[in-house]
């Protein structure tokens, strides 16, 4: 069974930073796309960022082109997203998603996605 864990949500003041971090248990393939959604209340889930470390493969969303970074750690089998400049639209719960296969624009869809974390709350403050 995969299980995908993520820490680091909070509260914080718009402008700030953040770092999610999502761990993965020893079934997680490193071989697999990991990354992140994100849904807001009253609102579908939205892609956010992914990361393929075999291609060197990274997406992200426009929404957050520039303010995100996101990093994979293949030998602690974790994926971590660094928010900068954070805005009060940001604010939503952030789930940690793992693909084995998708690919091309199938990777910013949900159903691309076989494996979801529990999701962390994230609050941005005005």
């Known amino acids: 069974q995969v299980q995908l864990v993520e820490s680091g949500g909070g509260v914080v003041q718009t402008g700030t930073s953040l770092t999610l971090s999502c761990a993965g248990n020893r079934n997680t393939r490193r071989s697999w796309r990991l990354g992140w959604f994100r849904q807001a209340p009253g609102k579908e889930r939205e892609f956010v960022a992914s990361?393929?470390?075999?291609?060197?493969?990274?997406y992200y969303a426009d929404s957050v082109t520039g303010r995100f970074t996101i990093s994979r750690e293949n030998d602690r089998n974790t994926v971590s997203l660094r928010m900068n400049a954070l805005k009060p639209e940001d604010t939503a719960v952030y789930y940690c998603?793992?693909?084995?296969?998708?690919?091309?624009?199938?990777?910013?869809?949900?159903?691309?996605?076989?494996?979801w974390g529990q999701g962390t709350q994230v609050t941005v403050s005005s």
């Open positions: 998603v793992a693909s084995r296969d998708c690919s091309g624009r199938g990777c910013l869809s949900a159903d691309g996605y076989g494996y």
């Open positions: 990361i393929l470390w075999t291609v060197d493969s990274i």
